[in-house]
């Protein structure tokens, strides 16, 4: 263990002190919390509003504020990622200095680890950078400190999936436009794709079964589990057990009972679904590593 951490710092170091000395990271940071501050205090302008014609504080706007700027947060995260990581390793080989880093005494995993944790930590400065705009229901109450790690726990698990996709692409491709355009294919699939398919599936059950058949939820039930790698429907899953209103969202409503059920919102349904992003990124960060791999690579 400590083996790997000594090997895996000097690249974390070196990365994370080249990206500090640029503007990119301010200016993210920056963006990104200007926008996470105006949601807020725009929502808050209107619970304060309301309030004064109502007579009394709607806890459920307040709710709602922390939904849209936990939901926010979550989609710039899915966007931001692929940018930061999907040119870690390609872009050493277009630089022509990867056979430089795998001719020392660094492992290919060590390469990986450390560009996958130096990328990330940009993602981690913006989690921690929103903390004030989400502390902002705590006006008036309504989400505890439990609440905002467990966002934050779910956050990290989908920044490291996603991360370690788009490392895997760098690895697999020899130009980064390549492994950036492959990962944010990647992210729309996971996100939307995954849904579209078990559609797909459930349209195909309605054309073959036989007339006066009803489809029901326990044929789609073993299907569901594709949606345990959609961080879409995790943070669906969190913002209905922290605050309910699952009603809000239409299109899983359609196909209630079929594709969307109870299960997804129960805490073993967010569970499940962290750990099996955890286990596809410690896959991804192998195959990452075996791509790297002069014993392994053609070239």
Known sequence: MMRFVSHVFPIYQKETMTSSRTTRLTVIVMIFNLILALIG?????LIVRDSGYYGDTPYASL???YTLVAAFEAAFILFIVPALTAGSISGERERQTLDILLCTRLRPADIVVGKLLSCLSTAFVLMLSSLPVLTLVYIYGGISVWDLAVLFGCLTVTTLFIGSISTLFSALMKRTTMATVLSYLSVIFVTVGTYLVLVMVLNIYNVLTPNGVVVTGETMAPWNNLLLINPAITFYS???????GTES???LNWYNGYIFTDRMLTPDWLLLSCAAQLALSVLFIWLAA????????KS
Not at 290 to 297: D, E, G, K, S, T
């Open 63 to 65: 709710l709602q504020m």
């Open 249 to 251: 969202i239409s299109m």
């Open 238 to 244: 969190l913002f209905s057990q922290q605050i309910g």
């Open 290 to 297: 075996y791509a790297i791999n002069p014993l392994h690579r």
């Open 41 to 45: 205090l725009l929502q808050l302008q």
